[in-house]
């Protein structure tokens, strides 16, 4: 492991630069709500909870001639009855744009020493995503907009958090589906930003069209119900001008397939993370007002994602295994992969990286969660444990 020289952070400039007291900010660091990222990023610290208004991931960025803020991406609140929530939320306008939610993970991208780095959502730099997004974005961008931060979904089969095969990617891919200020997060209008996007050649995410109040429940049931066919996640409604906070809604194939992920490792899976999406399916389907035949498909469909990967990993863990999630990485620098094993580590994650296999000018490198808490538990059950 190299070794990295301690960044101190500038306690009364970054105080002044937040504009709180320096009391207040030695206090952020002492208890640890402000931590320095490890190895070469240790001056960029990063938020570990929610203070002084400023949202958990973002990442206070220490440069020799100041600071720059990177505010973290704002929760988006979720839709459980488009037509209520659409004329709730969004009654000062008279029109809503509709654009894809894609499943993946989220980054946000900046220029740093030459180079960009990607930014998980609780403020982590990722070795991995990082080396990505410099061969997926053209750096020109950055230069000439440096006060600008691109927020995108990184999406594919070649994902170590969130590996999907739905969307025809052979490997991963960045799509765009923000820009907005360092310091003070004011996200570009909507058009505004797809535009800039285009110039330099990002993708983005697909944008559905813009309706009226009145058109857009039915518009986007018929937009979710034409996703959900293909496995695809569901849609954001924004305010195009992007002054009013944005909603999300999903389709009844994604919470089915987020409940087979979770009920795989039903014991490492938050209880909250389930029973909301539940519920969502059953939102869904009176505002649908679905026939029987109709509602009784939600059923199976809901009941098989729960029972069924549930069902696979206790015959799995009897017959010896240890119910594990798998993943793949590809990546050019073979230091990459090194850099990333250490992060996982890092993170306080057990996997096991594969030997690397050349493919094409690049190494692809499978990855094994083992479950442990999940594994454990269901091999107690099978020794005559108690459930308690």
């Given at each position: 492991?190299?070794?990295?020289?301690?960044?101190?952070?500038?306690?009364?400039?970054?105080?002044?630069?937040?504009?709180?007291?320096?009391?207040?900010?030695?206090?952020?660091?002492?208890?640890?709500?402000?931590?320095?990222?490890?190895?070469?990023?240790?001056?960029?610290?990063?938020?570990?909870?929610?203070?002084?208004?400023?949202?958990?991931?973002s990442v206070l960025v220490q440069k020799?001639?100041?600071?720059?803020?990177?505010?973290?991406?704002?929760?988006?609140?979720?839709?459980?009855?488009?037509?209520?929530?659409?004329?709730?939320?969004?009654?000062?306008?008279?029109?809503i744009a509709v654009e894809e939610k894609?499943?993946?993970?989220?980054?946000?991208?900046?220029?740093?020493?030459?180079?960009?780095?990607?930014?998980?959502?609780?403020?982590?730099?990722?070795?991995?995503?990082?080396?990505?997004?410099?061969?997926?974005?053209?750096?020109?961008?950055?230069?000439?907009?440096?006060?600008?931060?691109?927020?995108?979904?990184?999406?594919?089969?070649?994902?170590p958090y969130v590996p999907k095969g739905?969307?025809?990617?052979?490997?991963?891919?960045?799509?765009?589906?923000?820009?907005?200020?360092?310091?003070?997060?004011?996200?570009?209008?909507?058009?505004?930003?797809?535009?800039?996007?285009?110039?330099?050649?990002?993708?983005?995410?697909?944008?559905?069209?813009?309706?009226?109040?009145?058109?857009?429940?039915?518009?986007?049931?018929?937009?979710?119900?034409?996703?959900?066919?293909?496995?695809?996640?569901?849609?954001?409604?924004?305010?195009?001008?992007?002054?009013?906070?944005?909603?999300?809604?999903?389709?009844?194939?994604?919470?089915?397939?987020?409940?087979?992920?979770?009920?795989?490792?039903?014991?490492?899976?938050?209880?909250?993370?389930?029973?909301?999406?539940?519920?969502?399916?059953?939102?869904?389907?009176?505002?649908?007002?679905?026939?029987?035949?109709?509602?009784?498909?939600?059923?199976?469909?809901?009941?098989?994602?729960?029972?069924?990967?549930?069902?696979?990993?206790?015959?799995?863990?009897?017959?010896?295994?240890?119910?594990?999630?798998?993943?793949?990485?590809?990546?050019?620098?073979?230091?990459?992969?090194?850099?990333?094993?250490?992060?996982?580590?890092?993170?306080?994650?057990?996997?096991?990286?594969?030997?690397?296999?050349?493919?094409?000018?690049?190494?692809?490198?499978?990855?094994?969660?083992?479950?442990?808490?999940?594994?454990?538990?269901?091999?107690?059950?099978?020794?005559?444990?108690?459930?308690?």
């Open positions: 492991m190299d070794n990295y020289p301690q960044t101190e952070l500038n306690v009364e400039d970054a105080a002044s630069f937040l504009k709180i007291p320096v009391q207040q900010m030695k206090e952020l660091i002492e208890r640890k709500v402000l931590v320095p990222n490890w190895n070469e990023y240790q001056h960029l610290f990063r938020f570990e909870r929610k203070s002084i208004r400023i949202d958990i991931g020799d001639d100041g600071f720059n803020l990177i505010l973290g991406f704002p929760k988006i609140k979720r839709a459980m009855l488009l037509g209520p929530a659409i004329k709730f939320n969004f009654s000062d306008i008279k029109k894609m499943n993946g993970y989220n980054v946000r991208v900046i220029l740093l020493d030459g180079k960009l780095i990607a930014l998980t959502r609780k403020g982590y730099v990722c070795p991995y995503s990082s080396e990505k997004v410099n061969d997926l974005l053209d750096h020109s961008f950055f230069v000439e907009n440096p006060q600008l931060v691109v927020y995108g979904e990184m999406v594919g089969p070649d994902n739905i969307y025809g990617i052979e490997s991963l891919e960045l799509f765009v589906f923000d820009i907005r200020q360092k310091d003070t997060g004011v996200p570009l209008p909507l058009y505004e930003r797809r535009r800039l996007a285009e110039k330099y050649g990002f993708r983005q995410v697909r944008l559905f069209g813009e309706f009226s109040i009145q058109e857009a429940p039915s518009m986007i049931m018929n937009i979710i119900q034409e996703i959900g066919r293909k496995g695809h996640e569901g849609v954001v409604i924004k305010d195009p001008n992007m002054v009013l906070q944005p909603i999300k809604y999903t389709a009844s194939q994604s919470n089915c397939s987020d409940l087979q992920h979770a009920l795989k490792i039903y014991n490492e899976s938050g209880r909250d993370f389930i029973f909301s999406r539940i519920v969502r399916e059953g939102f869904q389907s009176v505002e649908w007002d679905e026939n029987e035949e109709d509602f009784r498909k939600r059923c199976l469909r809901l009941g098989e994602s729960i029972l069924r990967p549930m069902k696979e990993s206790i015959v799995h863990v009897r017959e010896g295994g240890r119910v594990a999630e798998e993943f793949t990485i590809r990546v050019k620098d073979r230091a990459t992969i090194s850099k990333f094993e250490e992060y996982m580590r890092r993170l306080g994650m057990d996997i096991v990286f594969s030997e690397p296999k050349t493919v094409g000018d690049e190494y692809l490198v499978h990855m094994k969660k083992v479950s442990k808490s999940t594994s454990d538990k269901t091999l107690a059950m099978w020794e005559g444990q108690l459930w308690s």
